[in-house]
């Protein structure tokens, strides 16, 4: 659901349309532009699509998209107007390449052809040339992937095939045609228009896009836009006639000019194929070929060229790729000509037409082709025998014999090849000086030539007419060593605190201290309050443990012990002293005492309840159960057995006592309460006879044996009287109605499936307070003997406690331990920390037992505490901190990662891979969602092992409550209107979903995590059996009452077993399935499983989205059925921010109308209302009597009937029960409540006061844009039942303790992920709560739950990439720890492992040759000394780590002068600004779509808003500075690649071998040598880095760029782009055909105009994204300016103490890097005006010069200073 509106109406857009109906194609391409597609294209969402979005889902590639992808690229010679080439096997490489890169980030995808879209490939219009050769390729790039076994390819003719209507992919990749241009095709708009439509109703059908051309394949991921499906079920949204019309008509057109050349020479072949496809005779495919040509071109027929055409592919057939790596011959243009007009054009449709009709394949390579032209025009002499060899001339000359070719002369043609281009042979680049002793040592196994000199500056300054240098001024910080010891955004803080050995705080005045108080006080009061809502596992609120200090202990066992005197006495049976007898006398009168009192207690009890029943009964047996004296065995036993008694009684005198569901209520509440007190373990003689009579009563006699537990010794009867169910005389029942109706198993399955024993092999254990299963005492004992662990098991299953064991294991272990807790979010984080305050405290002699460090705030010292709970990016930080390294990073003992599936992420994830890089600790990672973690948990253990530190991988796949799943049917009308909780009856629209019910053909296989109920196992049995789907004999073996024994009581474990067998003989029914033809066996029991109700709606309806209004209008009734139900508390998941307030907005709202409208018709309401005025107006008279009264002794009794009236507090205004969700029955009040808002409420800005309205309703949002403290709010309301309704992103899916009874899903989303599927759904079924939870699908396509219930967890994927910015934080993190013992280990260890990450093929010896070079880049860059110390401009390039290249990009640019230039301008506004445009240009870049950039699109949106929306490029000057950088960055990298390629050629094998098929290209010819082969190995180019295949179009080993050096670079040299630090991306001009997308100018234009609206309206921002994108690039100026302002001080006469300007740098903001889900700062209103006079943001023309800073580097800081000024004060603006 979009109600965002973010979506295009196309019905509104087509009424307001003024199209006419006789316009032309361009006409209404630019209709169908401007009016759907680049309004569309802004709903369209930037992301990963497997990581963040399909998973393991499968997907379709369109297959002419890939084939276009394919004969685009720039670098194959094929079908180029300039080169007569075509290198088909180059093409087939860039094939496989693209696929194997799907492949490698474990994509799950089928090729599909629509014949409607070959225009992307043939481009009719164009040349013939052009477009008979795409037409060949084409024909020979669909074969190939025929004969892939690894790929799928299918063929449809349109998106209304019915075998496509049956094919459901997740989504389609897709080329959209692109952007009309200048100069291209006559018919372009026609092949665009086309495309355009047919997308329009790919979407339209329930599909999602997301273009192929222009996705990056980055690291692991594969980044594009995603555009969401439009079905919806009202089937509105058409085109208007005229656009379909002219549709049409482009169709006609393009398939008149595509098929006509075609079917002109097709007419002419002789034959088809009349042998078996197996058998493949290239002799008869070639004479075919000659004979179509010479047929169909009679009068434009050149046979000599065709001679050789045959020739050269004869020879092909036995040539390496080697010999195929070629240079375009030199040639006049009359031979140009005459190939590229007339034989070409003639001969490739002619091969064209034959392997169409031969369903064959040739090898062609035009260049080869010329080579042996040219070879045999230059040496008439020598005979074709001795050219060729006798093979290929036999062939050749029998073919031309058919052919009746003339006589070949080819010496004419000689002069018609000019002499061959000098050719230059790359040298790769010398190195740099440079030596080190730790990397020294790494890197003694490359072996590379450097140069002798010292110094180099190979950034050029900007030329300046001035006095003064543009550069930055290093005079005096000239190659500084830049010492990492200060706050990121703020160098007056130092990292290390003054006990370890940092610098002394700052002296607080009285204002800052009395501000800390306060928000110390605040916060701690927010932990209590937060602390008290958590439970454990059970249910029970948390006791909080004191833990003694190591130092404490110590203490006392230097204390002499008392001796303890004890009796000896060599006998075993020795008598007892009289003190020991005394005392056990006095413990058997205790106990003697305590049973009477219980008994009393339960007889008085018992009585009192003799006279309730009803909802009386059970409340007060509620009550009962929650008194500590029934944890007494014996009292507990007692009230179960009363509870039997009186249900008993109800049963009997209930109207319809036997009818099946009275039956099934009763007899299951009996068995539930038998199995509690066997559980309990106690017994008297009654109690077991009472049991027994039930047991035989109703059919369960056979467990007796089991379930009755014998009578203690000290037997007493009952304090009742148990009702008679068996007579005495006969045993036999005196209720027949009682005795279940079916074997006591079936009964089990059918009813007692959630109350069923769910322990795994669960014994004691002293270790833990309760009952671990085998799998949990595995996790204990390896964390006794401190291993590194992976965990993965479900939600609810039980790892929690694994964290909070290793905690008190390093509390108790000592007092300097340390444990860091990594959570994703700063969420969980505080979550986290409130459950250790619940659960430990301990005296560390002032220091804290545990600490909060994120981004945005710290809680007690992250570096003088024992746990400390933190974000990756923070601890990340911290593990390349130097100061650290030296004294906090070696107490590290564990480091615990919470959700490490997190690691696949698309942002963020290396992150991860670093800590358990650097890590010096063993780890524990835990999460429930690791698809195939066997592959993970490998490169983990070996990660570890290299530590030194054993790993244990523990795999539990059982949830402890199962997910029961409904579909509510939003298409059926409710019958009555909503008006009120009290009147409302369920509309039934709740429809059950088994999981096998909703099985479509595309289920091949299930998931390993699909578990059925008990229920569901018997539904299916029942299902195939009825069906008759499997043999006979399986059925009976499958029969329920076969498979299990009886006797005992079903365990969870039995069920899983059965459920395995019944998943095992569905398999093979899996592999027939076809869910279009019902006749199947499996198609049956499908039907046969459906629910009724659904099964009516018709297929289209089901599976299309209902629009806004109508999901709008039911969320109402949604939430009221599952309050009628009982199915609340629930979290509606909603993955758009804007959804979920708007969804919680208009819930409340139709509350407040309704209410509004009862109170106004109300009788009720009126009288009330008129008591209440009564009330009012005798106050004054109440009061005198109360005056009165106090000069009198009145009774306490008479006191408080005078108060207890109900006036006294009623408050009007207050929701009323009826029409509010909040939870009745708790102990939590609304004045309490008030209390709590008032605590939020100055931080709520007025825009978001709604959101406390809500929460008096008990509705809630939460999401991370909202505030932290009413997040934290809603948590705890949620957790205390107060709040019932949260409508949420997924920020309440990672971990958050919020359990509900159910998750619900509002709506599709690309973020509904099936790894976030998972992660929602397993927030319900609330351990020590629900012995079930319940999944709700609302306003899903049915076709996108089935997706969802059958997907599979993707593998994990992630990268580690060694960048350029991490070499040089390793060495920053050496040399400022003064090479510490720790920070050697690290760099030693992450460059020793075999496989520095778990998804990379780098293997170590590359990845130590990348590492030297980009050693080199960064000495270059004069970021490191010749020592590898890092210099002054470090800070920026460190402290921007997570941007680069971007980083270096602004290093470069202040080196070069660039950034002084833009600073001196004589305009501080424009300086500022323009620096604004810098800064956007390379930070916080996202692209727009190109739709949206077309110019008409743009001038409407901007003619309407503020904004510019395309973002200027860089200046010429910047762009200059930074192409002629790259051009060093890829000298340097292509001498790596020259150098590792040259000097492990043996290493790297053979690079013959295509990348998918594997098939190998290396030539054996059966002749052995002749003159041509020898000519052609002689002549080919020779490539050391250089893919062969790459070479095969002429291209050597000089390189465009890094991407070019990067994606065709040879076989086993893995070079990954983005670990180099290109500025090809910044430098790049906006160009569709180069992959490239406009930038879009949001972050230059909220600094203009500070409007987030329009940013949301003109630059198709989000309103949820708005907060952490300007935030990032606030921080990100922060950092630029602290940097600066550093190195500045270090120049300054006076040195560190000169702080320019004076200017405040008081942020807490500790990281430079952004965690996952932004945190809104919190200011009060009263302390900023506090601050003034304490300081702030200062005017720039105040500051003061410091001596010896220049006038150029303080004018750049005065700059920055005030960009980020402005900047942040709009910013500031946004979210006060």
Not at 1129 to 1141: A, T, V
Not at 1150 to 1176: C, F, G, H, N
Not at 1545 to 1554: A, E, Y
Request: aromatic share 10%.
């Amino acid at each position: 659901m979009d109600f965002e509106e973010f979506e295009v109406d196309i019905e509104r857009a087509i009424e307001n349309s003024d199209l006419s109906k006789s316009c032309t194609i361009t006409q209404t391409l630019d209709w169908v532009d401007s009016t759907w597609y680049a309004p569309e294209s802004r709903n369209a969402r930037w992301m990963d699509l497997i990581g963040d979005y399909a998973g393991a889902e499968p997907f379709v590639i369109d297959g002419h998209s890939l084939l276009q992808v394919v004969l685009d690229d720039r670098l194959l010679s094929l079908a180029k107007d300039d080169d007569p080439s075509f290198q088909i096997i180059h093409a087939i490489y860039l094939l496989e390449r693209i696929l194997q890169n799907f492949r490698n980030r474990s994509a799950n995808f089928d090729i599909v052809f629509f014949d409607v879209n070959r225009h992307l490939v043939l481009r009719a219009g164009e040349s013939e040339f052009i477009v008979a050769s795409r037409a060949l390729a084409r024909r020979l790039l669909y074969k190939h992937l025929q004969s892939l076994d690894s790929v799928n390819t299918f063929t449809f003719t349109s998106l209304s095939d019915k075998n496509w209507l049956d094919y459901r992919p997740m989504f389609v990749m897709v080329n959209d045609g692109g952007t009309l241009k200048e100069g291209v095709g006559q018919f372009a708009a026609h092949q665009i228009l086309t495309q355009r439509l047919f997308i329009f109703d790919l979407l339209a059908s329930g599909l999602a896009m997301a273009p192929l051309q222009g996705a990056d394949f980055k690291d692991t991921k594969i980044l594009t836009f995603v555009f969401e499906s439009k079905l919806r079920s009202s089937q509105g949204g058409h085109f208007p006639n005229a656009v379909l019309s002219a549709g049409v008509a482009a169709r006609d057109i393009l398939t008149s000019h595509e098929q006509g050349p075609f079917d002109q020479v097709r007419s002419f072949v002789l034959g088809e194929a009349s042998v078996s496809p197996s058998f493949f005779d290239l002799c008869a495919t070639l004479r075919n070929v000659g004979l179509s040509y010479l047929s169909a071109f009679k009068s434009d027929t050149q046979p000599l060229l065709l001679a050789v055409f045959i020739i050269h592919i004869l020879l092909l057939k036995d040539m390496s790729v080697q010999d195929r790596a070629r240079r375009l011959p030199p040639m006049k243009p009359d031979l140009f000509t005459s190939l590229t007009k007339s034989f070409l054009p003639h001969i490739l449709r002619a091969t064209e037409a034959v392997v169409v009709a031969n369903d064959a394949s040739l090898d062609i390579d035009i260049r080869v082709f010329l080579c042996i032209l040219r070879y045999l025009s230059e040496h008439p002499a020598q005979s074709l025998t001795e050219v060729l060899g006798p093979t290929v001339v036999k062939d050749a000359e029998d073919i031309f014999s058919e052919l009746k070719l003339p006589h070949l002369d080819f010496s004419h043609l000689s002069v018609s090849f000019l002499p061959d281009d000098l050719y230059e042979i790359p040298i790769p680049l010398k190195l740099l000086p440079f030596s080190n002793p730790v990397f020294d040592e790494e890197l003694s196994a490359v072996r590379i030539v450097t140069e002798g000199v010292t110094r180099t500056n190979p950034v050029e300054p900007v030329a300046s007419g001035g006095e003064e240098s543009d550069e930055w001024d290093d005079s005096s910080t000239k190659d500084t060593h830049f010492f990492d010891t200060q706050h990121w955004h703020n160098h007056k803080k130092a990292i290390l605190p003054q006990h370890l050995g940092g610098e002394a705080a700052a002296p607080m005045t009285e204002w800052q201290r009395n501000r800390k108080l306060r928000s110390d006080q605040r916060f701690m009061k927010t932990l209590h309050d937060q602390a008290s809502t958590l439970t454990g596992a059970l249910g029970a609120v948390l006791e909080q443990v004191k833990i003694p200090s190591a130092a404490s202990l110590a203490n006392q066992r230097s204390v002499k012990p008392k001796v303890v005197h004890v009796r000896s006495s060599g006998k075993s049976t020795s008598k007892l002293s009289k003190a020991d007898v005394i005392r056990e006398q006095n413990i058997a009168k205790k106990e003697s005492k305590q049973a009477s009192e219980s008994a009393a207690w339960i007889a008085s009890r018992v009585q009192e309840m003799e006279s309730l029943d009803g909802a009386s009964l059970e409340k007060c047996l509620q009550v009962l159960t929650r008194n500590p004296r029934t944890r007494e065995a014996s009292v507990g036993a007692e009230i179960r057995v009363y509870r039997m008694h009186r249900l008993l009684r109800e049963w009997i005198q209930s109207t319809n006592p036997d009818s099946s569901a009275t039956r099934d209520k009763y007899s299951l509440s009996l068995m539930r309460l038998v199995k509690e007190v066997w559980e309990i373990g106690f017994s008297t003689k009654e109690m077991a006879n009472a049991i027994t009579s039930v047991l035989m009563t109703l059919g369960f006699s056979d467990y007796i044996d089991s379930f009755v537990v014998s009578g203690s010794a000290d037997d007493r009867p009952l304090t009742f009287r148990f009702v008679k169910l068996v007579k005495s005389k006969t045993k036999t029942a005196v209720y027949d109605f009682m005795q279940i109706q079916e074997h006591p198993i079936i009964w089990q399955l059918r009813l007692f499936g959630e109350f069923m024993d769910r322990s795994m092999d669960g014994q004691a254990d002293t270790r833990v307070t309760f009952k671990p299963d085998a799998w949990q005492r595995e996790v204990l004992d390896a964390v006794d003997q401190n291993m590194s662990l992976l965990v993965v098991a479900p939600t609810s299953a039980g790892k929690t406690f694994i964290s909070y064991y290793a905690m008190e294991k390093i509390l108790r272990g000592s007092d300097d331990g340390i444990l860091v807790y990594i959570a994703p979010t700063k969420a969980l984080v505080a979550q986290v920390a409130a459950e250790i305050y619940a659960r430990y405290s301990k005296d560390l002699n002032g220091r804290s037992c545990w600490a909060i460090h994120s981004r945005d705030y710290r809680v007690h010292d992250p570096q003088n505490c024992q746990i400390l709970v933190t974000v990756p990016e923070i601890l990340a930080i911290m593990l390349l901190s130097p100061p650290l390294a030296k004294m906090w990073t070696p107490r590290l003992k564990y480091v615990v990662l919470d959700e490490i599936h997190t690691i696949g992420q698309q942002e963020g994830g290396a992150v991860w891979e670093q800590i358990l890089l650097l890590s010096p600790c063993p780890v524990i990672g835990l999460s429930a969602t690791v698809g195939a973690p066997e592959k993970f948990n490998e490169w983990l253990e070996s990660v570890q092992k290299a530590g030194g530190f054993q790993h244990k991988f523990v795999h539990y796949p059982h949830r402890y409550s199962h997910l029961r799943k409904f579909y509510y049917n939003i298409y059926e009308k409710p019958r009555d209107a909503f008006q009120g909780l009290s009147t409302y009856k369920t509309t039934e629209r709740m429809r059950f979903l088994h999981p096998l019910s909703i099985l479509s053909s595309s289920t091949r296989s299930l998931p390993s995590d699909l578990a059925l109920e008990a229920v569901d196992t018997l539904h299916l049995y029942r299902a195939l059996s009825t069906c008759k789907a499997l043999q006979p004999s399986i059925l009976a073996a499958l029969d329920p009452v076969v498979f299990f024994s009886s006797g005992k009581l079903l365990q969870q474990k039995d069920v899983i077993q059965y459920e395995e067998a019944l998943k095992q003989h569905l398999v093979p029914l899996l592999s027939s399935f076809e869910s279009q033809d019902s006749g199947t066996p499996l198609s049956r029991v499908i039907v046969q499983l459906q629910d009724d109700d659904l099964s009516r709606i018709p297929d289209r309806v089901l599976n299309s989205a209902p629009s806004r209004v109508v999901s709008s209008e039911n969320i109402i009734h949604l939430v009221a059925d599952l309050h009628a139900q009982g199915d609340l508390p629930g979290i509606f998941f909603s993955f758009d921010r804007s959804d979920c307030e708007y969804m919680a907005r208009r819930l409340n709202r139709v509350l407040e109308i309704k209410e509004d409208r009862w109170r106004k018709t109300s009788p009720e309401w009126k009288r009330k209302m008129a008591q209440y005025e009564a009330y009012l107006q005798s106050a004054k008279e109440r009061e005198r009597q109360a005056a009165r009264a106090s000069k009198h002794k009145v009774d306490e009794e008479d006191k408080r009937a005078d108060t207890s009236e109900w006036q006294a507090s009623f408050r009007p205004d207050d929701p009323l029960s009826d029409f509010s969700f909040a939870g009745q029955s708790i102990s939590y009040t609304l004045s309490e409540l008030e209390e709590d808002i008032a605590d939020i409420a100055w931080r709520i800005p007025p825009t978001l006061e709604w959101t406390l309205k809500c929460l008096r309703r008990g509705i809630a949002v939460h999401h991370a844009g909202m505030n932290k403290g009413y997040r934290s709010l809603v948590e705890s309301l949620f957790r205390r039942g107060f709040v019932r309704v949260i409508f949420a992103t997924g920020t309440l899916a990672l971990g958050i303790n919020a359990p509900t009874k159910t998750s619900i899903f509002c709506g599709d989303s690309p973020f509904l992920t099936a790894l976030m599927y998972r992660q929602c759904a397993g927030r319900a079924g609330r351990r020590g709560y629900d012995t079930l939870g319940k999944v709700v699908f609302y306003a899903l396509p049915m076709s996108r739950v089935q997706r969802l219930v059958f997907s599979k967890l993707p593998s994990l994927s992630a990268s580690f990439p060694v960048t350029s910015t991490l070499v040089v934080r390793l060495f920053n993190l050496l040399e400022g720890s003064d090479y510490s013992t720790i920070a050697v280990a690290a760099v030693q260890r992450l460059f020793r492992l075999p496989q520095i990450s778990f998804s990379s093929e780098e293997g170590r010896y590359q990845l130590l040759h990348h590492l030297r070079f980009s050693i080199d880049y960064l000495r270059r860059a004069r970021l490191l000394d010749e020592q590898g110390k890092p210099l002054n401009l470090f800070g920026i390039a460190a402290h921007l780590y997570y941007t680069e290249p971007s980083n270096l990009a602004l290093v470069t640019l202040l080196r070069s002068g660039v950034v002084h230039q833009i600073c001196a301008q004589p305009s501080l506004r424009l300086a500022k600004r323009d620096f604004i445009l810098l800064m956007a240009n390379l930070f916080g870049r996202r692209y727009l779509p190109p739709a949206c950039t077309k110019e008409e699109y743009i001038m409407e949106v901007v003619k309407k808003s503020p904004s510019m929306v395309i973002l200027p490029p860089l200046s010429k000057t910047a762009r200059d500075v930074l192409i002629d950088q790259e051009h060093e960055i890829l000298q340097i990298f292509t001498g790596y690649a020259l150098t590792y390629g040259a000097q492990h050629q043996d290493d790297l094998g053979s690079d013959h071998i295509l990348p998918l098929s594997k098939r190998n290209i290396s030539g054996t010819a059966e002749d052995g040598t002749s003159l041509i082969r020898d000519h052609l190995h002689r002549t080919a180019i020779r490539v050391v880095a250089r893919s062969l295949f790459v070479a095969n179009s002429g291209h050597d080993d000089h390189f465009n760029s890094v991407r070019d050096l990067a994606q065709t670079a040879r076989r086993g040299l893995s070079l990954n782009e983005h670990t180099i630090p290109s500025f090809d991306s910044i430098t790049g001009r906006t160009n569709q055909e180069d992959g490239k997308y406009a930038l879009n100018a949001y972050l230059l234009d909220f600094y203009m105009h500070g409007q987030v609206a329009a940013l949301a309206a003109a630059n198709a921002v989000r309103r949820g994204d708005v907060w952490y994108l300007l935030e990032e690039f606030d921080l990100t100026l922060m950092t630029v300016r602290g940097v600066l302002e550093q190195l500045l001080q270090k120049g300054s006469v006076g040195g560190k103490g000169a702080t320019p300007g004076n200017a405040n740098l008081d942020e807490e903001a500790d990281s430079g890097y952004a965690s996952l889900d932004p945190v809104q700062w919190e200011d009060e209103e009263e302390e900023a005006s506090g601050k003034q006079g304490q300081g702030g943001w200062e005017s720039t023309h105040d500051s003061q010069r410091p001596p010896g800073v220049s006038a150029a580097d303080w004018r750049v800081f005065e700059v920055i200073k005030g960009a980020l000024e402005e900047f942040h004060e709009k910013f500031k603006a946004m979210w006060a």
